[in-house]
């Protein structure tokens, strides 16, 4: 029982490279969230989506893009990394939002750019 | 915009001390979630909370959620050093309610 898998876990970029993190949950959740976590700044949540081909941008979007095309997977994209991009990125999966169910979290992606 | 506090920040005890963080949202939850994300690890769940003024206990944990639902609390009775960690509330934001949002985290240490 994989449950939530982020790929890779860790990343050095270099400023202005496009990358993207993979999430995959096993666990047929219909909800799925991307969150940034930096030193003092708690878990911010960029993009999320509620089901198959539908995404919605979070509290800071700004710099990413996400696709949803299979259930399962859940994309996060940068498009030109900037150094203020560098952070913890947590995928993270449930039945619904906060419908008498819990958040799975990934292991964590750990991502620099320099 | 909608957000969900925490304080405090940072808490140092003494083991066998008790410790509490608090949780305040921007408006009315249909309910609040605790996560514990050990260092260097990611968050776990650890309760929901529905009702309002409703308290839940897990062994040394007490949560609380307040009659308004715009506010929680977890008290740990005695701390152990297996307690090290930042625990976070959280709750759905947002106008459809689907945004898990999640405060900016308390981080207990406890000295041995």
């Known amino acids: 029982n994989a449950g939530v898998t982020q790929t890779p876990k860790f990343r050095v970029l270099k400023t202005g490279q496009s990358m993207t993190l993979l999430c995959a949950q096993d666990?047929?959740?219909?909800?799925m969230y991307w969150y940034r976590q930096d030193p003092g700044m708690g878990l911010r949540l960029i993009h999320y989506s509620v089901g198959e081909g539908t995404t919605a941008k979070g509290e800071v979007p700004d710099g990413y893009n996400v696709s949803r095309l299979k259930k399962q997977n859940f994309l996060l994209g940068l498009e030109s990394a900037a150094p203020s991009q560098t952070s913890v990125y947590f995928c993270?999966?449930?039945?619904?939002?906060?419908?008498?169910?819990?958040?799975?979290f990934g292991q964590g992606t750990r991502l620099t750019v320099v | 915009g909608q957000q969900v506090m925490q304080i405090p920040q940072y808490q140092h005890v003494q083991e066998g001390e008790d410790f509490t963080t608090y949780c305040n949202s921007s408006?009315?939850?249909?309910?609040i979630q605790w996560y514990k994300q050990r260092p260097g690890g990611h968050p776990v769940f650890l309760i929901q909370?529905?009702?309002?003024?409703e308290v839940k206990k897990q062994k040394r944990l007490t949560f609380q959620f307040g009659e308004a639902k715009k506010n929680s609390s977890l008290h740990i009775t005695a701390t152990q050093t297996t307690d090290v960690g930042t625990y976070f509330c959280a709750g759905p934001l947002g106008n459809a309610g689907n945004m898990l949002t999640f405060g900016g985290g308390t981080r207990l240490m406890v000295k041995p």
């Open positions: 909370l529905v009702k309002s003024g």
């Open positions: 993270a999966s449930s039945y619904r939002a906060g419908r008498n169910t819990e958040a799975f």
């Open positions: 666990m047929n959740h219909e909800y």
């Open positions: 408006t009315t939850l249909s309910n």
